[in-house]
């Protein structure tokens, strides 16, 4: 046994000893020193004992000096300890891709050899320093996907040898920096999906002679076509979700194949690229004008585009008009021409196109009957709010089952109930019943003919929304002359250093520890200032020990602090107090991943503490509560529900306490609609923008909160995921009136899993009470007894009587046609059957439809 036991410390040791004793000040030393420091999971399979050269992903030169080091991908997590890879100094090709890196070491910029960074895929946060100008021979950059911030550095300029730069996928702002023109190496660029604003620099599309790849999309950037009319090699363009402006003719050059401009402010009549005979249309594989303001008729040139895969001309403002030529684009694959005012029948050309896997023609004004489409690869189809009838040909039925989506509701069809399932029935039609023939779009459920504005009226819109939101920020804040200040305890950081647990802390309904030994012990994490070392004990400090005075509210996960982290750090703190099944490593994980999720219309999530069993949120604070509060007008103190913030009264010297929300801003049906359309777009992005999709499972008035500038933005979500399954199935039922009737049936088998159409019924229980000013239950029906919201309604708007439903503060303002319309999305939203709700990107395009124009 002896000699077993010192056998197996031999082999540990043999073992062990490269990653400890390899010779200091070598490339062999840092490359292993890294591994050990940054828990590398890729490590157990190397051969420490042979020439570093021979090990996974590591690269030499005939001198072995490491050239190259590869480690995506290799499970590495934390800070880049100094001297490390920062001191391999012929190093020229460096990829941590695909990993868990937090923050780079400080000597990282001294590599002046690097020909090739890519640092993609991590949890990086912090600034761009300019000391990324002494990258002077790199000719590949690839940051994207991590939490960067602030301005490109101006020192970009440097990196004159530059073909590739990716910083996609981060929080950078302000403008694109004149830096950059002098790259002009560069083939790709892509800052999409950043916070960039101001306009290009002068002479942005002349520096680049050799770029080949351009995409901006999803920033606020503004100008024009003749930005990049000089970009004479440019074969792919998106400049998509920006604010550029103007005429798309410029665009159309050679020798460009991707074109994508949609949801900018692009305008003018559509004819001007007709003329621009010039243009080889056949290099043409991409093109995207969607959700712009162009007009006249859909130009006539598309026929000419042979090789087109991909086209999107939706939600624009062209003329009324037949069903433009397009049958011979036989590689089609994606057509959008909703909402086009498109008249006359749905042309038999499009049985040709047998590569078609999308489909959407709704909102037009096409009549007769469906054709045979082709089949073979159609996934998604939606040919709704329009004016067909007749029957669905058989062999599209068949295909149903097979489809991802369709849509064939608000039509005149007749259709034959033996022809097909109950099943494809219900989930394919809007009021369907089992007679035959069956009328799939009842009368009461017609929309109104959408009205076309010119682009004067699109200026006045946008002018009239600014000074709107101006007078209503003067409404809410201009009075102010006192606020009331609200008083914490705060203790001196050495007052805490002695402060031991477990730490005990009662509310009115929970009784919750936090089993730690030492409150300066637990970090805290702070995501966008992850150099600040904050502990639980600055938490106990921020919250008064966490005392009943800073109780905001008790919510299903527990109850919300408001407190003041040193720096002023104005945080709202929740407490998740149920038991996880997650480990420490796992809620740490998943609370990362919800902090890197951004949007306008969520309340982002500032950091996390890890104490005891306790998982502690920390949000930032939103300074003008929850829209449930605001709509039902309860005063201070009055905490009924979730929320963070009752704080919406002010101290005035002359006349004290007001309440200075729901009076001024609830009168208006606007104010009520960019409510409803935040919140759907907050919804929409969670369902669709995220991958894998997050379900909210708990949508609901006290879940939208406004922040200071009166923006709706929704909160909570992700949370139900850290804990075990019992709460899980819980929350995921919804709260009292916002739960859909799926989770109210008698269970048979196993628990119902929450899916997007849960959230989608949430939001249109919310919507309902934008409308109506009521509460989901419990409130006063007329002429309903032991009715709720949704029943009430739902029972109007089936009568053609939707208007007897509208809130009194905002009926009779001339309006009570949108809000209608409203409330007929809040029956889609509500159906029984969840197949039959909407998804919520089709909502925001259903709310973006009835949006109110100025003055209104």
Same mark, same amino acid.
């Given at each position: ?88 100094? #012929? %190093?020229? !090709? @460096?990829? +941590?891709?695909? $990993? ?5 070491? &400080? /000597?990282?910029?001294? =590599?002046? *050899? ?95 002679? #050799? %770029?080949? !790849? @351009?995409? +901006?999309?999803? $920033? ?5 076509? &003749? /930005?990049?009319?000089? =970009?004479? *090699? ?116 499009? =049985? ?505």
């Amino acid at each position: 046994m002896g000699l077993c036991f010192f056998g197996s410390i031999l082999v540990l040791a043999l073992f062990f000893r490269p990653l400890t004793c390899q010779q200091p000040n070598t490339d062999a030393f840092f490359v292993s020193d890294f591994m050990q420091k940054m828990g590398s999971t890729s490590s157990q399979g190397f051969n420490f004992s042979a020439p570093v050269c021979s090990w996974q992903g590591v690269f030499c030169d005939a001198k072995q000096r490491v050239t190259g080091f590869v480690a995506s991908g290799w499970g590495l997590s934390g800070v880049i300890p100094d001297t490390t890879i920062g001191k391999l100094s #012929k %190093l020229q !090709t @460096l990829d +941590l891709s695909n $990993n868990k890196i937090s923050s780079l070491p &400080s /000597d990282l910029w001294s =590599l002046g *050899s690097l020909k090739t960074l890519n640092l993609s895929f991590n949890q990086i946060y912090g600034s761009l320093p300019n000391n990324i100008g002494n990258f002077g021979l790199l000719e590949s950059l690839d940051l994207s996907c991590n939490n960067f911030s602030g301005a490109i550095p101006e020192a970009i300029s440097s990196l004159v040898s530059l073909q590739v730069l990716k910083l996609n996928q981060n929080g950078l702002q302000l403008s694109v920096p004149w830096g950059i023109l002098n790259c002009q190496s560069l083939v790709s660029i892509d800052l999409s999906s950043n916070q960039l604003n101001g306009t290009l620099p002068h002479g942005f599309g002349t520096a680049f002679p #050799k %770029l080949k !790849t @351009l995409n +901006l999309a999803r $920033n606020d950037i503004q100008g024009k076509a &003749s /930005d990049f009319s000089e =970009l004479k *090699s440019i074969t792919y363009l998106n400049i998509s979700g920006n604010l550029f402006h103007g005429s798309v003719m410029g665009f159309f050059q050679e020798p460009l194949e991707v074109i994508d401009l949609s949801q900018n402010h692009f305008s003018g009549h559509i004819s001007q690229v007709q003329f621009n005979s010039s243009f080889n249309w056949s290099h043409l594989v991409y093109l995207d004008l969607s959700e712009n303001l162009l007009s006249g008729e859909i130009f006539h040139y598309l026929y000419h585009a042979q090789n087109l895969e991909h086209l999107n001309l939706a939600h624009n403002r062209f003329s009324r008009q037949e069903f433009p030529l397009i049958g011979t684009l036989l590689g089609l694959q994606y057509l959008n021409l909703s909402r086009n005012s498109l008249t006359g029948h749905i042309p038999t050309e499009l =049985l040709q196109m047998s590569s078609l896997n999308a489909l959407d023609l709704s909102a037009n004004h096409l009549t007769g009957q469906i054709p045979l489409l082709s089949i073979k690869n159609l996934q998604i189809l939606d040919v709704s709010h329009n004016n067909l009838s007749g029957q669905i040909p058989i062999p599209l039925l068949e295909k149903l089952p097979w489809m991802e989506r369709f849509n064939f509701s608000y039509n005149n069809l007749t259709l034959c109930a033996s022809e097909f399932s109950n099943q494809t029935l219900q989930t394919a039609f809007i009021g369907s019943s089992n007679d035959c023939p069956i009328a799939a779009n009842p009368g009461l459920f017609k929309r109104g003919v959408p009205n076309h504005r010119g682009l004067k009226l699109a200026l006045a819109l946008t002018l009239s929304m600014v000074c709107l939101l101006v007078g209503l920020l003067f409404l809410a804040f201009g009075c102010r002359r006192k606020t009331t200040m609200w008083a914490v305890k705060q203790n001196s950081y050495k007052e805490e250093q002695n402060i031991s647990g477990p730490f005990s802390f009662q509310t009115d309904s929970t009784t919750w520890v936090a089993d730690v030994k030492q409150a300066t012990s637990v970090p805290v994490v702070i995501f966008e200032k992850p150099l600040l070392n904050f502990t639980f004990a600055d938490l106990l400090s921020a919250t008064s020990h966490f005392e009943r005075g800073t109780l905001l509210a008790e919510g299903r996960f527990g109850p919300v602090y408001r407190g003041f982290l040193p720096g002023g750090i104005h945080v709202a703190v929740k407490v998740l107090v149920h038991g996880s099944t997650m480990t420490d490593q796992e809620a740490a994980r998943e609370l990362e991943y919800l902090g890197r999720i951004k949007h306008p219309n969520l309340v982002p999530l500032t950091g996390y503490c890890l104490a005891g069993d306790q998982r502690i949120a920390i949000y930032d604070y939103m300074e003008n509560g929850n829209f449930q509060n605001l709509l039902h007008d309860l005063p201070l103190g009055v905490q009924t529900t979730e929320d963070w913030s009752t704080d919406t009264w002010e101290e005035d010297e002359n006349n004290g306490i007001q309440n200075v929300g729901s009076e001024g801003l609830l009168t208006t049906w606007r104010f009520r609609h960019k409510i409803a359309l935040g919140t759907a777009r907050a919804l929409a992005f969670l369902h669709h923008g995220c991958s894998p999709p997050i379900i909210h499972r708990d949508v609901k008035a006290s879940s939208v909160y406004l922040d200071s500038n009166l923006e709706p933005r929704l909160s909570d979500f992700g949370l139900a995921k850290i804990f075990g399954n019992g709460l899980e199935d819980e929350i995921s039922r919804g709260s009292p009136g916002y739960v859909p009737p799926e989770f109210l049936q008698p269970e048979t088998g196993s628990p119902k899993a929450p899916t997007p159409k849960s959230d989608v019924y949430g939001f249109g229980v919310v919507l309902f009470e934008l409308i109506t000013g009521k509460k989901p239950i419990e409130d006063d029906y007329p002429e309903e007894k032991e009715a709720t919201l949704v029943s009430w309604v739902r029972g109007l708007v089936r009568k053609n009587e939707g208007s007897r439903a509208i809130d009194p503060k905002i009926c009779g303002t001339g309006l009570d046609a949108q809000m209608e319309e409203a409330l007929k999305i809040g029956y889609l939203c509500t159906a029984d059957l969840p197949s039959k709700r909407p998804s919520m990107q089709q909502i925001v395009g259903l709310l973006k439809d009835i949006e109110p124009v100025a003055n209104q």
